[in-house]
């Protein structure tokens, strides 16, 4: 029903900026929050940052005052700014949507990789 590509991953150096993106596609009527994840081997895949239809944003502790995410509904875009990147930071990272029509079902795109030197 949807189908989600992320981009803009890479390498960069500690202390970098990245900015990801995550197009949307398909049936995106009833979505109502958006959200990057992200995932390193060995480790379950965790909440970095969500965004609600009502422009509630919530983030994890660790990025707190670094990322920033937002949305441009009218281009069906998300994107995760990261600044101040850590090595820490370094997973694969995955969009992720939350459409409600009978009942809630969550979308996830292949992910994008960000690696963090020190």
């Known amino acids: 029903q949807v189908q989600l590509a992320e981009s803009g991953g890479g390498l960069v150096q500690a202390g970098g900026s990245l900015k990801l993106s995550c197009a949307a596609s398909?049936?995106?009527?009833?979505?109502?929050?958006v959200a990057w994840y992200r995932q390193t081997p060995g480790k379950q895949r965790e909440l970095v940052a969500a965004i609600t239809s009502g422009g509630t944003t919530t983030y994890v502790d660790s990025v707190k005052g670094r990322f920033t995410i937002s949305r441009d509904n009218a281009k069906n875009m998300v994107y995760l700014q990261m600044n101040s990147l850590k090595p820490e930071d370094t997973a694969v990272y995955y969009c992720n949507v939350r459409k409600a029509l009978i009942r809630s079902v969550d979308y996830w795109g292949q992910g994008t990789q960000v690696t963090v030197s020190s």
């Open positions: 398909g049936s995106v009527s009833s979505i109502n929050r």
